[in-house]
């Protein structure tokens, strides 16, 4: 088998470390240095189980959160593939989706699930307007190359841009249309991350399991006067797709 010729994981049974640990990090370490490269096979549960002497349940739990973790997807009936390397985002910028997309050289796109005139109090005290301010909801699942990366929940403030609930989203960018058709420039945004686990309806969304790893943010992004604030945001990207990066200096 090609299997057994290539991949030598090292399991130590004498070790306090689970075996299933021990041979997920041993895969994991395989797709990192790139013996194993992207959309390649990986070994199955079966032949796992008969190369290392370990039980089925130790196998499939290996590559069960070496799905979860983003580093191989499974095809129904094919078995399982080394995933393409996660989407690294910068902090440091206050970049668009699509910005974002083409600088690597995907595609951007959308699938737009709601548009509607809202009033809510709770984004409004989060941008500190008045509570019976009108917004432009805007809820998109955004895609790149077509895949599901993100779900994405805006909220305009309508004063400045009536009439954006009549555009179509699905292939335009807001952060473009919000500066050439109504010539606000956007200076700067305030932004939070935190770590959550995608729930039913983001799972199907998105195309993962629910209780995949996700990561929810929030922004608040401010007109180029630096405090007139615009838009409110809430996303939950794949946390199997993305990583973030943020560059630090020493005091
Ligand atoms: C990113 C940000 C969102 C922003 C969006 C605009 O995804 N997380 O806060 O609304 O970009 O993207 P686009 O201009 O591609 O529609």
Redesign the pocket.
């Known amino acids: 088998m090609e299997m057994k010729k290539r991949l030598v994981l090292p399991i130590d049974r004498g070790s306090p470390l689970p075996i299933y640990y021990q041979l997920k990090e041993a895969l994991k370490q395989q797709i990192e240095s790139g013996v194993l490269k992207p959309h390649e096979l990986v070994p199955s549960e079966r032949e796992l189980e008969e190369a290392y002497h370990i039980s089925r349940m130790t196998a499939r739990r290996a590559l069960e959160e070496l799905e979860a973790e983003g580093y191989i997807y499974r095809v129904q009936g094919k078995g399982s593939f080394v995933a393409e390397p996660k989407i690294r985002q910068g902090l440091l910028w206050l970049?668009?989706?699509?910005?974002?997309m083409r600088e690597r050289g995907m595609r951007?796109g959308?699938k737009v699930l709601k548009v509607k005139v809202v009033r809510d109090e709770r984004v409004a005290r989060r941008l500190g307007v008045d509570p019976g301010e009108e917004f432009v909801m805007l809820q998109?699942l955004?895609l790149a190359d077509g895949e599901p990366m993100?779900l994405?929940t805006?909220y305009l403030r309508r004063r400045f841009c009536p009439g954006l609930e009549e555009h179509d989203?699905t292939d335009?960018?807001?952060?473009?249309?919000l500066q050439e058709e109504f010539g606000l420039r956007l200076g700067r945004?305030e932004?939070t991350v935190e770590a959550k686990v995608a729930d039913e309806f983001e799972a199907k969304l998105l195309e993962v399991r629910p209780g995949t790893p996700m990561l929810s943010?929030e922004?608040i992004?401010y007109l180029d006067d630096g405090h007139t604030p615009i838009?409110y945001?809430r996303?939950v990207y794949r946390g199997d797709r993305y990583k973030l990066f943020v560059e630090l200096k020493r005091r």
């Open positions: 970049t668009s989706f699509t910005e974002d951007a959308a998109r955004r993100a994405e805006s989203f335009r960018s807001l952060y473009r249309t945004a932004q943010m922004r992004t838009e945001v996303s």
